[in-house]
Every structure is written in structure tokens, then in C-alpha cells.
Nanobody
């Protein structure tokens, strides 16, 4: 069964850090661009970050630029999102997605083939 599983979410205080993981099973991520998306209560889903299949190219939403870092370990078939200096407005369910032909230059769900079920990140004091 082809699936993506996110982990690492939780409750953190403002200014804190979390690292999210996106692990694939049933297929290899080597040839896929991986995107992180989030959806806050009452808001539309938005693209957060993306990394190309080679790992050479990355892209970030302006709201997280300088605070979040995306990386991948193809040997572990896993992609990570390091989130630093977290703010209450980062509170959301975070999803990872894999797209064989997705373009990381555009933080869009278009081209994403597989999605995880999400992990909740809550930033609150």
C-alpha cells in the first residue's frame, strides 16, 4: 500500500521548535518532489515548503522563510521539516505530499500524487 505518514507534531510554546517527519511506505521518494502544506481551522490549505527530488531546490512560503528548513534523506525514504521560532499563527494540521511531476517553484497542490493524513501542530503558551 502506497502511503505517506507524518509525525512529530505536538504542543509547543511560542519561540519553540519542532521537527516534522514524512515517511513513505510502499514506494520510494527518490523521484518525487515533496511538499509540506498546512491548514489552520477555518482557513484554506496553504503551501509551506517544497523540496525537489534531488534535494537541490527548495522553496518556502514567505510566512515561514528564515524559520523553517526542509530536507530529505532518501536513504531513509523520509523528508523533514524543521520548524524554529514557532508562532501561534503556525498552528495548523501539517500535511506532506509527494508529486512525481510537481514543481517546487510553485507551492501548489497541483501535481501532488500522494498525501499523508496530517499531524497537528499547536503553538500556544
Amino acid at each position: 500500500q502506497l502511503q505517506l505518514v507524518e509525525s512529530g507534531g505536538g504542543l509547543v510554546q511560542p519561540g519553540g521548535s519542532l521537527r516534522l517527519s514524512c515517511a513513505a511506505s510502499g514506494f520510494t521518494l527518490d523521484f518525487y518532489a515533496i511538499g509540506w502544506f498546512r491548514q489552520a481551522p477555518g482557513k484554506e490549505r496553504e503551501g509551506v515548503s517544497c523540496i525537489s527530488s534531488s534535494g537541490v531546490s527548495t522553496n518556502y512560503a514567505d510566512s515561514v522563510k528564515g524559520r523553517f528548513i526542509i530536507s530529505r534523506d532518501n536513504a531513509k525514504n523520509t523528508v523533514y521539516l524543521q520548524m524554529n521560532s514557532l508562532k501561534p499563527e503556525d498552528t495548523a494540521v501539517y500535511y506532506c505530499a509527494a508529486g512525481r511531476f510537481a514543481l517546487c517553484s510553485v507551492l501548489s497542490a497541483r501535481g501532488m500524487d500522494y498525501w499523508g493524513k496530517g499531524t497537528l501542530v499547536t503553538v500556544s503558551s
